[in-house]
């Protein structure tokens, strides 16, 4: 269902807004990083102290060029801040990082060291060389508005607290640790210039706090480890900034980072298996609750949509159809798009559209423009179309409006979904052939007759029914719409009064209206439209639906040897015939039931079969004078009056139909003329013009 709609979009769109924070609310959109090296690309990503840079594939903390001595330094990430809380506000942010540093002596002996700082105050205190580690100065040392939680990589011991020249410690707001512990006995040497690999973790909702140094030696593998609880809290503030910082003194080193990761884990993420389920139940009823609001809307919608057609139908009846601008049509139809393209028929393209201001589904028969009348005015197209617009039957397709801009002239009409008729009597069924026996026929034996009955009835309608007669001229079934519950909808109805040939009316000999294989013999000669050339129509439509063969393409065989009445596609001893022929042929032989359907299967109500084949020979009577009338069809295929009884043999073709004139015998094979049809020495060599133009 392809229904342009705010209504459903806007509620579809605050579903997904649903759906969003559902998901939103499971993971987190927590500072996430990682640099498996460092290089010249990565300089915008942290901000330095000055000296500090990034250099040989590594941040360098402290200045590695010039006068190394006595310096502090910093580097900062600076593209986000860590929320001391988590996403819920429920714990505090849980994170893990690891980093490899890189600690190389310049003179012989290391000095001081460096650390991985958690701060609110990112900037570089000054004179915060040497013991301070570029973390503290002496005058900031041990304020609490330090916001400072750090992990010291010490190298050497500066003062009389100090553990020793090769340690790791936790600092809060202070270089005294709140815990450290030696690395010498752990054969962990800092300073040795080889990569020392760190992984700190922190725990918010237990609040351990974890340091582990890795250091691979030629002895083997290394490991330290130090933690302690620590309300992160109590010392920090939101927003906080991860940095590096580093120092050296009397002796230098190169404070060197080569790669650094972190990542945040949101506990909210690990949710246990029951929250799981609830999670899971909560998006389920959520779904349900959507998707009922979204059917409830389109039930109104559609709701809302019939009763605006009626009001539609009850406007047209009072106003006359409505005018469309162009613009609308092709705002509608997108543009008379490829796409939307829903046939060709009779005088034009037919496109699907939905116009939005009648929230309405609509088939727009585009004319096409040399079809389009131009010797007539428009006020006297204005009333045709008026006349065919009130023309109010229920199996006629409605007319809704029209538009007639420049060289564009548009109808509009009512849109049915299923489609063609003629769509369902020859496409999926034929196509599957035997194959698909387990395939629900649709349209059954029922459905076809009730068909037969309605387009009989809006035909009568048109005949007999309105203040004005009007022919269809072109009753066939690729222009019978069909409705939801299988209700013919007659198209096409009375455009012949609308469209004229340029400069042709349809008095002239050469524009005969209809289609090849439904044409009455005498509108060859006539080259006119009457009562009994509708009739005979639809005595071949009658054909068309039982028999579920398409008089326009299909030629017929009847079996001459064995008097097997079965079609065969191909046959060198069969006999080539139309569709009206064949059946006579049949009914003649006593095998009316044969002619039925073959998809059907046998399952139709024969005693239907056979007034349905019997009516229908006789308005394909080669004499229109012996037709019946479309009230008399009605009366039959509704009412149950009794079927005609046409002779058992096709009569023959009596020209002009005066009665005492030349007789013309009609050849059973095709419909071969001769004689007084003009230029038009048979059906084959008819020109196609003159026999398509509808
Ligand atoms: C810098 O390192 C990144 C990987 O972190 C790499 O993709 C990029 O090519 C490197 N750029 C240069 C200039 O070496
Ligand atoms: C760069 O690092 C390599 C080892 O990673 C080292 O050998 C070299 O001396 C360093 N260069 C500078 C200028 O620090
Ligand atoms: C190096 O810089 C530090 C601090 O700026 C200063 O104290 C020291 O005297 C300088 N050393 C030399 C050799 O310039
Ligand atoms: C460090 O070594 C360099 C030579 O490599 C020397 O010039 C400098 O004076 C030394 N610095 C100290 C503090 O010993
Ligand atoms: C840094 O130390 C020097 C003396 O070493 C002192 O003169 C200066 O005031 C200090 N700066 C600050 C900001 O404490
Ligand atoms: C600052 O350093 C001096 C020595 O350089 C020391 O006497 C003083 O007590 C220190 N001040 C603080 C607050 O630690
Ligand atoms: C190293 O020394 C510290 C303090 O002296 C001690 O707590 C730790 O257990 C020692 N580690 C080993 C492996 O001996
Ligand atoms: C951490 O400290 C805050 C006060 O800043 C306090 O509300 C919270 O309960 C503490 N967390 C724990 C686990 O003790
Ligand atoms: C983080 O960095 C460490 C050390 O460089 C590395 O071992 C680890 O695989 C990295 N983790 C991720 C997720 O990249």
């Not at 020793?164 to 800092?190: A, C, E, F």
């Not at 900034?241 to 690990?270: E, M, P």
């Not at 068909?451 to 009007?470: E, M, P, T, W």
């Not at 009338?629 to 020209?655: C, H, Y």
């Amino acid at each position: 269902m392809t229904v342009p709609n705010t209504g459903n979009s806007m509620l579809n769109f605050s579903c997904i807004a649903f759906a969003a924070i559902i998901i939103l609310g499971r993971t987190c959109s927590c500072l996430e990083f990682n640099y498996p090296n460092f290089n010249t690309s990565h300089m915008d990503d942290f901000s330095f102290s000055p000296g500090s840079t990034i250099a040989n594939g590594s941040l360098q903390i402290t200045p590695n060029t010039g006068n190394i001595s006595h310096r502090s330094g910093r580097v900062v990430y600076a593209r986000e801040t860590l929320k001391l809380w988590n996403s819920k506000r429920s714990a505090l942010t849980s994170f893990k990082t690891e980093f490899v540093l890189n600690i190389l002596p310049q003179n012989g002996t290391a000095g001081e060291g460096m650390a991985f700082l958690l701060t609110n105050n990112p900037l570089l205190p000054s004179n915060s060389s040497g013991q301070w580690l570029g973390v503290f100065n002496n005058q900031t040392d041990g304020a609490f508005t330090n916001r400072i939680v750090a992990v010291e990589f010490d190298t050497k011991k500066s003062y009389e607290a100090d553990l020793d020249d090769n340690h790791v410690g936790i600092d809060i707001n202070s270089i005294k640790s709140v815990r450290h512990s030696p690395l010498s006995n752990q054969s962990i040497v800092l300073s040795s210039g080889s990569d020392v690999w760190v992984e700190i973790k922190y725990d918010g909702t237990s609040l351990l706090f974890q340091v582990t140094l890795v250091q691979y030696s030629t002895s083997g593998l290394h490991v330290s480890a130090l933690s302690r609880y620590i309300n992160l809290s109590l010392a920090l503030l939101d927003n906080i900034y991860l940095v590096f910082a580093a120092s050296t003194g009397d002796f230098t080193q190169l404070n060197q980072i080569k790669s650094w990761n972190f990542t945040t884990i949101d506990r909210t993420v690990k949710v246990g298996a029951w929250r799981k389920v609830l999670l899971a139940l909560a998006t389920l009823i959520i779904f349900s609750i959507c998707l009922f609001a979204v059917l409830f809307m389109w039930r109104t919608l559609t709701r809302q949509r019939r009763l605006a057609y009626r009001n539609l139908e009850k406007m047209i009846d009072a106003h006359g159809p409505v005018k469309f601008k162009l613009k609308e049509l092709r705002r509608a139809t997108a543009n008379f798009s490829h796409s939307r393209k829903l046939g060709r028929g009779g005088f034009g393209t037919v496109y699907f559209g939905y116009v939005k201001r009648m929230n309405l589904e609509v088939a727009v028969k585009r004319v096409s423009t040399n079809n389009a009348k131009s010797n007539r005015g428009e006020q006297e197209f204005v009333a045709e179309v008026n006349t065919i617009s009130k023309l109010s039957h229920r199996n006629l397709v409605k007319l809704i409006g029209w538009c007639h801009e420049g060289s564009e002239l548009l109808l509009v009409y009512e849109y049915f979904p299923m489609g063609r008729l003629d769509k369902l009597l020859y496409a999926g069924a034929r196509e599957s052939n035997s194959s698909s026996e387990t395939s629900v026929l649709e349209l059954t034996w029922e459905r076809r007759y009730r068909i037969i009955c309605g387009v009989a009835s809006a035909l009568d309608y048109l005949h007999h029914g309105s203040s004005k007669r009007i022919l269809h001229r072109d009753v066939k079934a690729s222009n019978v719409m069909l409705d939801g519950e299988y209700n013919a909808r007659l198209g096409d109805f009375g455009l012949a009064r609308v469209i004229q040939h340029d400069g042709v009316t349809h008095h002239s000999t050469q524009a005969v209206a209809g289609t090849r294989g439904y044409m009455a013999y005498e509108s060859f000669f006539t080259g006119r439209a009457s009562l009994d050339t509708d009739v005979y129509v639809f005595g071949v439509f009658i054909m068309e639906v039982v028999t579920g063969r398409s008089p326009s393409s299909s030629v017929l065989y009847l079996n001459h040897n064995d008097d097997n009445c079965e079609s065969t596609e191909q046959g060198q001893h069969h006999v080539p015939m139309y569709i009206v022929d064949w059946t006579w042929k049949l009914y003649g032989q006593g095998k009316a039931l044969h002619a039925a359907d073959p998809l059907l299967d046998g399952e139709f109500d024969q005693a239907q079969e056979d007034y349905a084949v019997r009516l229908a020979l006789a308005c394909c009577h080669p004499n229109p004078r012996e037709r019946p009338s479309m009230r008399t069809a009605v009366q039959v295929l509704i009412d149950g009056a009794p079927a005609p009884e046409p002779p058992l043999n096709k009569p023959a073709f009596v020209w002009p139909l005066g009665g005492n004139q030349q007789e013309m015998e009609l050849p059973d094979v095709g419909l071969l003329f001769t004689g007084t049809a003009g230029q038009h020495s048979s059906f084959c060599s008819m020109t196609s013009t003159s026999l398509t133009g509808r």
